[in-house]
């Protein structure tokens, strides 16, 4: 009988393991989410610059209504449909870590840059966030996807303040 005890003791176990870790891998990467007229209202437009050198799809892709899984702290939605403009709603901590970072939209096969970053004056969101409008670039065809194609770190700030003394004698 204790033989079955232990046995029925490991199989619940493993059970509450694969339990608790599916429900970690469906857990969101991101707490971002999107507000619709409230987020649109502080969005700020975002020119592009068609890429010409670009041959692949290559960096974090982020899907429509959906956070990016490679590239924390970012959301982006379409509006409505693909072939439609986007919102890119970031958080404002991904700019403590980063001057700027490019999104990159694949339409057919041609390659738009979007260059993120926060823009004088630009309001966030009641969540902290900032919204950059993506327009649609070319010949409205769907665009294909969106993906992080290059990003800057911020540079540390030397905290060394042995420059500033000055000894005279």
């Not at 960096?59 to 899984?69: F, L, M």
């Not at 966030?124 to 290059?150: E, L, R, S």
Request: proline share 4%; aromatic share 14%; with cysteine.
């Amino acid at each position: 009988m204790k033989k079955y005890t232990l046995v029925f003791f490991v199989v619940i176990m493993v059970f509450t393991l694969a339990l608790t870790s599916l429900a970690a891998a469906k857990q969101p990467v991101s707490s971002i989410t999107w507000n619709s007229v409230p987020d649109k209202i502080v969005a700020v437009h975002v020119d592009a610059v068609q890429n010409y050198t670009r041959k692949n799809a290559s960096g974090p892709k982020i899907t429509s209504n959906s956070h990016s899984a490679d590239f924390p702290g970012l959301y982006f939605i379409w509006d409505p449909k693909q072939k439609d403009n986007g919102y890119l709603k970031v958080d404002a901590e991904v700019f403590n870590k980063y001057e700027s970072f490019t999104l990159t939209a694949k339409e057919s096969n041609t390659y738009w840059d979007f260059k993120i970053s926060p823009q004088n004056n630009q309001l966030p969101t009641t969540d902290g966030c900032y919204v950059f409008f993506i327009q649609k670039a070319y010949k409205n065809k769907n665009i294909n996807m969106v993906f992080i194609g290059d990003y800057v770190e911020k540079e540390e700030e030397d905290d060394d303040d042995d420059d500033d003394i000055v000894i005279i004698k």
